[in-house]
């Protein structure tokens, strides 16, 4: 980075202190992950300089013989990755992708039918914070408080009494698998559109090693920088007839012009996708969550759900007296990073959960020893909140693992 150096020389201090943070600290954010240093190099390229709007070969500026190219490659390689119908790979992010969803065949002040956010469901499946509860007429199902997990049929009751338009499956804290022909029956049953955001899990699908479901939703979105290992930014897959109608709503519907380095990352990540290294990380992605929470249960913890199976398992941290701020604090203070999260049964004034996702560690390749001493370093921080002296000799575990299992190892799929 010669070139920031003379321009902005405090900014580069920041970013390589950044980069120190990330090298030096375990990051169980289930959000986020490690990306190949491919995706990296093409997102500070001079893709950046292009300007974008429209789609390929039907442009609004010149100049575009070599980007519309970028931009087909993304979308044929996200269709045979996922064996889609219709992708759209220009949504800033998630959020914009759900959004450009719902107004691509709903009007304002549609019915939509979606997991409540302390249930597992995301701000954009019409939180009353979010802008999406201004435009739709949203309506929230919840899991079952004593399994914590989907009741079907209170699902299909709910949908038979509020007549949804459309009905959102997919979560950001839902550690176990949805039954997407089952929703799929509900809402047809409904004469409800189904929309699947599966965010969260796009990687471990890609890798076939869960269920997807392309095969029953009218309309899918995901991101590429959470299990998916890409850039930042989200993709919208549909059926061929709504292909129309989602392209409008992204654009000119809710955005103009698009990163076309962002484009260029999910096309690199869409390839990548269907190699063995990155089927090796995801594969280790699940076995690290089931053994972290195998470690949990032993150790006296309530997970969320019973366990996981997915990348993700949501502690109830109550069970230890603490809350989920609380305990994100404490961890953070041995250099392991978590995220609080709202839980089954939480008022909107405190999360009780914390959320911890094995993405990251499975790209470092960290091995099934070292998670199960991450389990053990987590148990003693929590459990010796305000010990300065538990917490620098956790600290120096952590450094020690960080260091036998740098961030960009072996492991990355490049």
Not at 63 to 83: F, H, N, P, S, T
Not at 174 to 193: F, T, V
Not at 231 to 245: Q, S
């Amino acid at each position: 980075m010669d070139n920031l150096k003379y321009d902005d020389p405090l900014l580069l201090e920041l970013i390589e202190l950044e980069a120190e943070r990330i090298e030096n600290t375990i990051d169980l954010v289930a959000s986020e992950t490690h990306m190949p240093k491919s995706i990296l190099e093409e997102m500070g390229s001079v893709l950046n300089h292009k300007t974008i709007e429209g789609y390929p070969g039907k442009r609004f500026h010149a100049g575009c013989e070599y980007v519309d190219i970028i931009e087909k490659l993304a979308i044929d390689r996200m269709k045979d990755l996922l064996q889609a119908e219709h992708a759209n790979v220009q949504p800033h992010s998630g959020s914009s992708a759900n959004i450009a969803v719902y107004f691509s065949v709903l009007d304002v002040g549609a019915r939509i039918l979606s997991m409540s956010l302390s249930h597992g469901g995301h701000l954009t499946h019409g939180h009353l914070t979010s802008m999406t509860s201004r435009c739709f007429n949203f309506q929230h199902y919840n899991v079952d408080l004593q399994t914590e997990l989907i009741n079907y049929d209170a699902v299909a009751r709910a949908a038979d009494q509020f007549k949804p338009e459309m009905i959102v499956a997919g979560a950001s804290s839902y550690p176990r698998l949805i039954d997407y022909e089952k929703m799929y029956q509900i809402a047809k049953s409904a004469g409800a559109y189904l929309f699947v955001d599966m965010a969260h899990i796009a990687g471990l699908v890609a890798a076939k090693l869960i269920p997807g479901p392309v095969p029953f939703a009218d309309f899918v979105s995901f991101t590429t920088y959470k299990t998916m290992m890409g850039g930042r930014g989200g993709v919208i897959l549909c059926k061929k007839e709504y292909a129309d109608a989602v392209d409008k709503a992204v654009f000119p519907g809710t955005q103009g012009t698009t990163a076309v380095s962002n484009i260029a990352g999910k096309a690199t990540i869409a390839k990548l996708a269907g190699q063995t290294g990155f089927i090796n990380v995801q594969q280790k992605t699940l076995d690290n969550a089931k053994l972290l929470a195998k470690e949990f249960l032993k150790k006296g913890y309530r997970l969320v759900g019973g366990g996981t199976d997915t990348h993700q398992i949501i502690i109830d941290v109550t069970s230890k007296g603490l809350s989920g701020a609380r305990a994100e604090r404490i961890l953070e203070s041995t250099g392991i990073i978590t995220n609080r999260n709202y839980i089954p049964g939480d008022t909107e004034k405190k999360a009780s959960g914390l959320r911890l996702g094995t993405g990251p560690i499975s790209v470092r390749g960290v091995d099934r020893n070292h998670v199960v001493q991450i389990a053990d370093i987590i148990d003693n921080a929590l459990m010796n909140p305000g010990n300065q002296e538990v917490s620098d000799r956790l600290r120096k575990d952590v450094f020690e693992i960080c260091r036998q299992f740098p961030v960009y190892n072996s492991s990355v799929p490049e």
